[in-house]
């Protein structure tokens, strides 16, 4: 064999050896997980922000004007509403709480968004939806008509509450 040949063949050997202990040491040193442990998933303060969300890190972010003149005018998202306990959704621990709330007609309910994460009021039945709220912002909307509400988050779809409105 000519020794450049040969160079060539330590070196393609040595890439790969190279590169599978790469590959080992990346899957965690070759160890086999428990397959009985349960995945985690950890939402702390250091998250990044919501992929393709504008405004995120915005707290206590506000509507434009041509975004609140379009929405209901029974709805408004502000970033310092201070709501009454009887009225009052926290988001918090991406879940809302309390998950159901019964309100007379006629009542402002206010949402405020206790996460780091931006999240959305929005009715199953569209008669209300948020903008996207940053930390500490708040959405309010005024129940009218007695009936029962279902809302979601829209970022997060896996969070829901309702509101039920008597007479």
Not at 21 to 26: E, K
Not at 54 to 70: L, Q, V
Not at 138 to 158: A, V
Request: aromatic share 8%; proline share 10%; with cysteine.
């Amino acid at each position: 064999m000519t020794p450049v040949r040969t160079r060539s063949r330590i070196a393609a050997a040595a890439f790969l050896g190279a590169s599978s202990m790469l590959l080992i040491a990346a899957c965690g040193g070759g160890s086999t997980p428990d397959k009985d442990a349960a995945p985690t998933i950890d939402f702390h303060q250091t998250a990044g922000p919501t992929p393709g969300f504008p405004g995120h890190g915005m707290t206590g972010m506000a509507p434009p004007a041509a975004t609140a003149a379009a929405q209901a005018p029974s709805g408004a998202a502000s970033p310092s509403a201070a709501p009454t306990a009887a009225n009052a959704v926290n988001i918090q621990n991406f879940a809302f709480a309390p998950a159901k709330l019964t309100v007379p007609a006629g009542t402002t309910v206010t949402w405020t968004n206790k996460d780091e994460e931006p999240h959305t009021v929005a009715a199953n039945d569209a008669s209300f939806h948020s903008p996207g709220m940053g930390t500490n912002a708040t959405y309010t909307f005024t129940f009218t008509k007695p009936g029962t509400y279902e809302y979601i988050c829209t970022i997060h779809p896996f969070m829901h509450g309702t509101v039920v409105v008597t007479k």
